[in-house]
């Protein structure tokens, strides 16, 4: 089955820096991956997804990159914010089916004011 | 948000009680999902429902039950559980093909 590693699995940050998480997934099938930001108490929210179609996509400041010969994709957060503090979940579909996902652990990154 | 909502949001019961949990989406989904939350760990994918067919079930013990009679409805039925099954139960629902839209959970404490 699908496998997907994340690190680091806690990441701190002066706010206004960038903050960087990576993960590898194994099964070269996968070809959706989502990153979704759990905060405090709170539910999964999507941020943002990458299809295996494509090798980079961006939303404001929030960037995710993959390279799919090496199996591994990032989220890149630039000029981070305090609200931007929370755990965040890479994870990548199990083969071809959307609908089924394997998770990473979570990083949880502290913005410091 | 009220996409996705579980209910109970919290749940204590003793290793011979017998709970329900339910979740309830109104997206027009067709596909509904079961996780396990514990700390520290990746969520761990329990059940899948795709047009209230179970397309999965990942080796998960029997004293969790689940059940969807309908493609906007989806319980866990919890029976002799063991105090590790403490845990946040997240559901979840999505489209074909699509991405996947978290309920709230259910904070379960199992004495």
């Known amino acids: 089955g699908e496998n997907v590693e994340q690190h680091p699995s806690t990441l701190s940050v002066q706010e206004g820096d960038s903050a960087v998480i990576k993960c590898t997934y194994s099964d070269s099938a996968s070809n959706y991956f989502p990153w979704y930001k759990q905060e405090l108490g709170k539910r999964p929210q999507l941020i943002i997804d990458i299809r295996s179609n494509v090798g980079e996509k961006k939303d404001q400041r929030i960037a995710v990159t993959l390279n799919k010969t090496a199996k591994h994709f990032s989220l890149h957060i630039t000029e981070t914010q305090p609200e931007d503090s929370a755990v965040y979940f890479c994870?990548?579909?199990?083969?071809?089916?959307?609908?089924?996902?394997?998770f990473g652990a979570g990083t949880t990154v502290t913005v410091r004011a | 948000e009220t996409g996705v909502t579980q209910t109970p949001r919290h749940l204590v019961m003793g290793m011979t009680n017998k709970k329900s949990l339910k979740c309830e989406q109104h997206?027009?989904?067709?596909?509904m999902y079961w996780y396990k939350q514990s700390a520290k760990k990746p969520l761990e994918l329990m059940f899948v429902?795709?047009?209230?067919?179970?397309?999965e079930n990942n080796s998960v013990p029997s004293r969790f039950s689940p059940e969807c009679p309908n493609s906007s409805h989806l319980f866990l039925h919890l029976h002799t559980l063991q105090p590790e099954d403490s845990a946040l139960y997240l559901c979840?629902?999505?489209?074909?093909?699509?991405?996947?839209?978290f309920g709230p959970g259910t904070r379960l404490t199992v004495l």
């Open positions: 979840a629902s999505s489209p074909p093909t699509d991405t996947q839209y």
């Open positions: 429902y795709n047009f209230k067919e179970q397309t």
């Open positions: 994870a990548a579909s199990i083969g071809s089916n959307d609908y089924k996902l394997s």
């Open positions: 997206l027009g989904h067709n596909a």
